[in-house]
């Protein structure tokens, strides 16, 4: 294959894209406005000043112990 057919498929590909890309975002704009959503007021939900984490940060354990499995699955 040589490179105009190349260039004619990736051109093709690119536009299909950015067609498709551009029908979905006029989809979700549609929607947003059917359902009456306003995004320019944004609720976010906070929590009290004194309200506690129910668990502690923990540090990752990226590799796990197979002993230390073994004896929870056992506990449980």
């Known amino acids: 294959m040589n ?3 190349k260039l ?3 051109g093709v590909i690119f536009l299909s894209l950015f067609v498709c890309a551009v029908f ?5 704009e549609r929607m ?9 007021t944004v609720d ?6 004194n309200t ?10 990226y590799f796990r ?6 004896r929870s699955l056992i506990e449980e």
Do not use: C, W
């Open 44 to 49: 976010i939900q906070q929590l009290e000043e």
């Open 32 to 40: 947003i406005h059917e359902r009456g959503y306003d995004l320019d």
């Open 52 to 61: 506690p984490f129910k668990a502690p940060i923990r540090s990752r354990k």
């Open 65 to 70: 112990d197979t002993n230390e499995l073994r």
């Open 24 to 28: 979905a975002h006029q989809v979700n």
């Open 3 to 5: 490179n105009k057919a």
């Open 8 to 10: 004619m498929i990736s």
